[in-house]
């Protein structure tokens, strides 16, 4: 069982800054004895606003390679500390659009090329609950 807590999310002005952060706990995260992973896995930030279908902001895999939708490449920054399989966003120059509930979500790498695994939707099988995000314009 694989479980993923979101926290940080709120109320921000346009412009301004918020961090999210999603802990995760379980098998996917399994290490062996020399602490690594059993099986590359990776994690991501989708955000849902309302009338919209769901998105993938963000991707990160266990081995660091990253993925940024257009709409927030170079103002949000994602990270992971795998002692600890916690994650985080850091969301720069927040605009009002950027207003959703932001969902943490976590999934096993089908593929070794971690440039791949962390960019496929089919990647991310376990969620979170949200964090809801509110810019105010």
């Known amino acids: 069982q694989v479980q993923l807590v979101e926290s940080g999310g709120g109320l921000v002005q346009a412009g301004g800054s918020l961090t999210i952060s999603c802990a995760a706990s379980g098998s996917i995260f399994s290490v062996n004895d020399m602490g690594w992973y059993h099986r590359t896995n990776a994690m991501a930030w989708y955000r849902q606003a309302p009338?919209?279908?769901?998105?993938?902001?963000?991707?990160?895999?266990?081995?660091?390679?990253?993925y940024y939708a257009d709409s927030v490449k170079d103002r949000f920054a994602i990270s992971r500390d795998n002692t600890n399989n916690t994650m985080r966003m850091r969301m720069n120059r927040l605009k009002p659009e950027d207003t959703a509930i932001y969902y943490c979500?976590?999934?096993?790498?089908?593929?070794?090329?971690?440039?791949?695994?962390?960019?496929?939707?089919?990647?991310?099988?376990?969620w979170g609950q949200g964090t809801q995000v509110f810019v105010s314009s």
């Open positions: 009338g919209n279908e769901r998105e993938l902001v963000a991707g990160i895999s266990s081995g660091g390679s990253t």
């Open positions: 979500a976590a999934g096993p790498c089908a593929t070794q090329i971690q440039f791949l695994c962390v960019r496929q939707p089919e990647t991310y099988e376990h």
